[in-house]
């Protein structure tokens, strides 16, 4: 993965737990189901989700569409 994508740990975990909750890459969760499915696992707070969601999306992991945030296919 170039240096450009490279993602924050913490943040790759929040990835992985979205891409689950959403059923896997290409699919959709609205955002307030998202932040609460990251809040959910104990190891984050709100702050923490947001911030998260923030750095997936500025790196092309994660797009919105409206209030939905999809998570890019992978091929």
Do not use: C, H, W
């Not at 737990?17 to 499915?37: M, N, W």
């Amino acid at each position: 993965m170039d240096e450009e994508r490279r993602i924050p740990p913490f943040a790759e975990d929040i990835l992985t737990v979205l891409t689950d909750a959403a059923g896997g890459t290409g699919e959709e969760l609205p955002r307030d189901e998202a932040i609460e499915v990251i809040t959910d696992n104990e190891r984050f707070d709100k702050a923490d989700a947001e911030a998260a969601v923030e750095s997936l999306q500025s790196r092309g992991y994660v797009y919105y569409v409206g209030e939905y945030i999809r998570i890019t296919p992978t091929d």
